[in-house]
């Protein structure tokens, strides 16, 4: 258990401000943006430039898996990260949209490493058993609610102060502190890359996904949800101007999200997940289409704030759930490769919902939000409408044990 509990704290120590980088960039990136002078377009267009490059998460994947100690490849990630917001700060503040575009796009490689990747590592700390596998996957869950509270506040506090570029280069600094922690978390090192790399062939795990029907439940509400929730911090700017709170505020919606997503890691922590992967799936998917009308509906500031609160409650204990049916539906020898998967196509589709918000912004304030909340109905419906498929979760869920 001693040991158990240093491993976690010296995951904590590391993922804590990597995550705080990763949680302010997108607000971080449409200030920037709007204070270029450029149109929701654009700004919604350098939003997606962060998250694109997560769609080559399963190749970053099996880059970690070959890897004989894959924290340097994490740390080495947090310095460029750091590097490359600084020249995307450059590139705004002299209009050169190229160079805004390759840094931001650099940024965006690194973070997979930053989030996905360095969640990957957190189960070498805990090995096969699964009380204290939840348990870790908890607290990871909570370095991101953290993250997506401190990093948004950060800004918004420093813009107080100081000027946007200023406030950026401040908070972004922090994934060196995460790059320089990572190197000392005390994971167990690979020493047989070639039967690592054999496990996680790409092709093996499509046939992993496509035959597996939890599987693909999973990654159609991951990708759902991911495309939905997207529009939040990018709308978050505009919907603060819209209730007269100026767009600086709109770093307050962002981090309402955050502190409710770190409620929502907190209940977690009191209350570990029990019932069926799927059944959560269904349930809490439900409950996040609930809080997406509700931020539509608002009319006030304040309003606003408990909404995006409600949203990031709901958003932490979806994805512990998604975390959950990885786990749980994924074959032993895959189950590193399913994760860079199912993280690859959510933060894609995150980066499409990002670029949408943006582009439809201009046209109707409240349009990216009746199209996020279409999209999450959609994808209940095209998973849970479909008969038998709780039958076939307690199936798999009893063979498994």
């Not at 032993?332 to 943006?358: C, E, P």
Request: aromatic share 8%.
């Amino acid at each position: 258990m001693k040991s158990f509990r240093h491993g976690i704290l010296q995951y904590l120590l590391a993922a804590i401000p990597a995550r705080v980088a990763t949680g302010g960039a997108a607000v971080a990136t449409v200030l920037l943006a709007r204070s270029s002078g450029m149109d929701g377009k654009t700004a919604g267009l350098m939003a997606a430039c962060l998250t694109a490059p997560h769609v080559l998460g399963p190749l970053y994947g099996r880059w970690l898996d070959s890897a004989e100690d894959p924290r340097r490849i994490i740390a080495a990630a947090c310095c460029l990260f750091v590097i490359g917001f600084q020249v995307a700060v450059i590139g705004f503040e002299s209009n050169i949209l190229l160079a805004v575009i390759i840094a931001l796009l650099v940024c965006g490689t690194c973070t997979s490493f930053m989030m996905g990747g360095l969640s990957t590592q957190v189960v070498k700390l805990v090995g096969d058993n699964l009380s204290q596998k939840r348990k870790a996957q908890s607290w990871d869950t909570f370095t991101y609610g953290l993250g997506l509270t401190l990093g948004p506040m950060l800004i918004a506090l420093f813009t107080e102060h100081y000027a946007v570029s200023v406030s950026v280069r401040v908070v972004m600094s922090l994934a060196l502190l995460a790059g320089v922690l990572t190197l000392v978390i005390p994971i167990e090192l690979s020493r047989d890359k070639g039967n690592a790399t054999q496990e996680q062939k790409i092709a093996s795990v499509i046939t992993i996904l496509w035959h597996s029907g939890p599987l693909k439940r999973t990654l159609l509400m991951t990708s759902g949800a991911a495309f939905s929730l997207a529009a939040l911090p990018v709308l978050a700017v505009y919907l603060s101007e819209s209730w007269l709170h100026g767009a600086k505020s709109g770093a307050y919606l962002v981090t309402g999200y955050g502190v409710g997503c770190l409620c929502g890691a907190i209940i977690l922590m009191l209350r570990p997940l029990r019932s069926e992967a799927l059944i959560l799936l269904r349930n809490v998917g439900g409950a996040l289409l609930i809080a997406l009308v509700l931020v539509a509906l608002c009319g006030s500031f304040t309003m606003g704030m408990l909404t995006y609160w409600l949203c990031g409650v709901v958003n932490s204990i979806f994805f512990a759930v998604t975390l959950a049916a990885r786990s749980d539906y994924a074959p032993a020898q895959g189950a590193a490769q399913i994760y860079m998967w199912v993280a690859a196509a959510k933060i894609s589709f995150a980066s499409l919902g990002a670029f949408a918000a943006g582009l439809l912004v201009d046209i109707a304030l409240k349009m990216p939000l009746f199209v996020s909340v279409c999209a999450l109905l959609l994808s209940l419906l095209l998973c849970f409408a479909l008969p038998g498929y709780s039958f076939k979760a307690r199936r798999l869920h009893r063979s498994r044990r």
